[in-house]
């Protein structure tokens, strides 16, 4: 069974610039959620969605989002990019959005706004 | 809100020699916890995780961690350190009324000494 994709691995855009990140969950799981990595904050969760609906959001600016479409793929955007956006974005996937659930990560996106 | 706290940063052991790492954590009732490792340049790989049940558990790789709930310890443990084991451990928990929102600890860093 294939594992979580994230596309694209890297990404180099400049300050103000809006950037979109996708993510492919492993087959049959529903629920995806995003972490941001830095040095300084190490991983911090962004959202969870399960069945196109947000059902978790971290403390993170309106400038992030995310969606998820019927096929369980997930994207997030962020708008307005600032030198601080530049992160690793893992995706994680699950199968059980109900309770805590083993989640599965993908090899990130590598983010770098200059 | 809960909490993961990985006191040391990094740990040098050498190739052969048993190796610990550890985690304690903050929360009012009995968490999901996971570790998870990650090399240069990947996303996280799971090695255990604890949800119920036996307080000792095994995992990938020959690790295994023991869940204390007296001392609100997550302690992942190693007999025999291999130089492919180098890289950073997180450890994380989950509530399960937040769905699947993990919390990270800092991280550890491992390196090996030949």
Known sequence: KAGVTQTPRYLIKTRGQQVTL??????????????QQT???????LFEYFSETQRNKGNFPGRFSGRQFSNSRSEM???T?????????LCASSWDPITT?????????RLTVL | AQSVTQPDIHITVSEGASLELRCNYSYGATPYLFWYVQSPGQGLQ?????????????GIKGFEAEFKRSQSSFNL????????DAAEYFCAVGVKA???????GGGTRVLVKP
């Open chain 2, 77 to 84: 443990r190693k007999p025999s350190v291999h130089w492919s």
């Open chain 2, 46 to 58: 799971l090695l255990l995780k604890y949800f119920s049940g036996d307080t000792l558990v095994q």
């Open chain 2, 98 to 104: 937040a769905g699947n929102k993990l919390t990270f």
């Open chain 1, 22 to 35: 996708s993510c492919s969950p492993i087959s049959g799981h529903r629920s995806v959620s995003w972490y």
């Open chain 1, 81 to 89: 990019l600032e030198l601080g956006d530049s992160a690793l974005y």
């Open chain 1, 101 to 109: 659930d083993t989640q599965y990560f993908g090899p990130g996106t």
């Open chain 1, 39 to 45: 040095p300084g904050q190490g991983l911090q969760f």
């Open chain 1, 77 to 79: 955007n962020v708008s």
